[in-house]
């Protein structure tokens, strides 16, 4: 139980194009997803935090009309890097809380590569 | 905020010992403590967590042990193998949705 997905897995694209990444929780209901990124040999920064049918808070620093953040459903979290350029490569993950046991846990997906041109 | 310390940042033991990885946390209003595997080009993982009402949790060859006093816990992993081999990350959360990450620890187990 408990898994997370993430598509795509990795993505190239051109710069000053968008990519939309989907995180989904596919066993149980998220009321709350993140949005973390991370840098080769470095840990995990948070730039978001997504709720079910409200507007994402986002980390300071943290662009948030560069990286659109959608949560639609209780499984769905969308992160919509717009106008990318090559300093958005990285490495983005996403998790996710289950809303039934509301237990603190976060369970990871498996990230996505972006690499921009 | 929370400050959340971790050591060492690489670690490499042989295949059969033991590799214990340290972190400390200065927030006493942490009360959840994850631990998390993550693989090269993977997401992390959890494999173990502790809460402040308890001292020590097992599971299989993985323990983790929580000083409160002292504000450390700690990572235990008994007769490693290859597959061990990964980043680690401990973590700190005081119940809301803000999970605070140590640095990671590179663990090789050499065969």
């Known amino acids: 139980g408990a898994v997370v997905s993430q598509h795509p897995s990795w993505v190239i694209c051109k710069s000053g194009t968008s990519v939309k990444i989907e995180c989904r929780s596919l066993d149980f209901q998220a009321t709350t997803m993140f949005w973390y990124r991370q840098f080769p040999k470095q840990s995990l920064m948070l730039m978001a935090t997504?709720?079910?049918?409200?507007?994402?808070?986002?980390e300071q620093g943290v662009e948030k009309d560069k990286f659109l953040i959608n949560h639609a459903s209780l499984t769905l979290s969308t992160l919509t890097v717009t106008s990318a350029h090559p300093e958005d490569s990285s490495f983005y993950i996403c998790s996710a809380r289950d809303r039934i046991t509301s237990t603190d846990t976060q369970y990871f997906g498996p990230g996505t590569r972006l690499t921009v041109l | 905020g929370e400050n959340v310390e971790q050591h060492p940042s690489t670690l490499s033991v042989q295949e059969g010992d033991s590799a214990v990885i340290k972190c400390t946390y200065s927030d006493s209003a942490s009360n959840y403590f994850p631990w998390y595997k993550q693989e090269l080009g993977k997401g992390p993982q959890l494999i173990i967590d502790i809460r402040s009402n308890v001292g020590e949790k097992k599971d299989q060859r993985i323990a983790v042990t929580l000083n409160k006093t002292a504000k450390h816990f700690s990572l235990h992993i008994t007769e490693t193998q290859p597959e061990d081999s990964a980043v680690y990350f401990c973590a700190a959360n005081k119940g809301g949705n803000q999970f605070y990450f140590g640095t990671g620890t590179s663990l090789t187990v050499i065969p």
């Open positions: 997504s709720n079910e049918g409200s507007k994402a808070t986002y």
